[in-house]
């Protein structure tokens, strides 16, 4: 990973890891992407970071930025999500905007946010 395409996608990410309960540092997010445990999806003006997890699932760590460009990256998760052998997207900790928003896509709301893919 470029260390530049990090950099263009830090102050997205930092601004979701704001908004999410204490715990990692975007230090935390940077060796989770380098060490392979996390995918960086950067955007022209978004980004997300998402993790494959245990149960065939692969989850959406953090979002945050343009909603139209996080949208499409959605769509090509799913797709590889698919290829590599996943049968669900989870995100948790969802803003009530997004649960909305991702409701319409065919997300369900449990304790997680889980779309069968």
């Given at each position: 990973m470029s260390p530049s395409v990090f950099d263009h996608a830090a102050?997205?990410?930092?601004?979701?890891?704001?908004?999410?309960?204490?715990?990692?540092?975007?230090?935390d997010v940077r060796a989770a992407v380098s060490d392979g445990k996390a995918m960086l999806w950067p955007g022209g003006s978004?980004?997300?970071v998402t993790q494959l997890v245990e149960y065939r699932a692969m989850h959406v760590w953090l979002v945050a930025g343009d909603r139209d460009e996080l949208m499409q990256m959605e769509a090509a998760a799913c797709e590889?999500?698919?290829?590599?052998?996943c049968n669900v997207i989870t995100a948790e900790d969802a803003?009530?905007?997004?649960?909305?928003?991702?409701?319409?896509?065919?997300?369900?709301?449990?304790?997680?946010?889980?779309?069968e893919i």
């Open positions: 102050p997205y990410l930092q601004a979701a890891l704001a908004r999410s309960e204490p715990g990692p540092t975007l230090d978004s980004a997300a590889l999500g698919r290829k590599l052998g803003r009530p905007g997004w649960a909305r928003i991702l409701k319409d896509m065919g997300y369900r709301e449990m304790r997680l946010l889980v779309k």
